[in-house]
């Protein structure tokens, strides 16, 4: 067999195209999708999934001040349980940490 490199160089490549450009929406390995991976995930995802898609969610693109206003309105028009502070905290924190006011993808 003829020795070459060209394996190594496109698995390297391969590597470093899927570490640093793979969008965390198309990880479908990830049992909270859509969201994106991160703390808070799995608690967002059952806080908000009774209801809507979690597409609903991802949409959004919002500062922490507006997710929570978001969250009041879920909860005065839409019927959402009021989620206990704690876990309003978890919840607040992963929305305006991953899908915060400029985590919009181009
Ligand atoms: C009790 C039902 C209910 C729950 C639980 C719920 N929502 Fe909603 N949500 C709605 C309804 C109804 C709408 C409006 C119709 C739609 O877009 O499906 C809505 C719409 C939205 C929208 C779109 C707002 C817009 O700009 O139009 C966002 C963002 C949203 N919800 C976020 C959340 C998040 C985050 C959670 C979990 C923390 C959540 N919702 C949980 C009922 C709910």
Redesign the pocket.
Known sequence: MRKTTFGGAAAAALAFALGAGAPALADEDWEFAPLPRGEGAED?YY??I???SLR??T??AYSRRV?DE??DW?VEE???PELDPEEREI?LDY?ATHLGEDSRDG
């Open positions: 967002t806080a908000c009774a209801c809507h609903t969610v949409n959004g997710w978001l969250l879920m839409h019927g959402m919840i929305l």
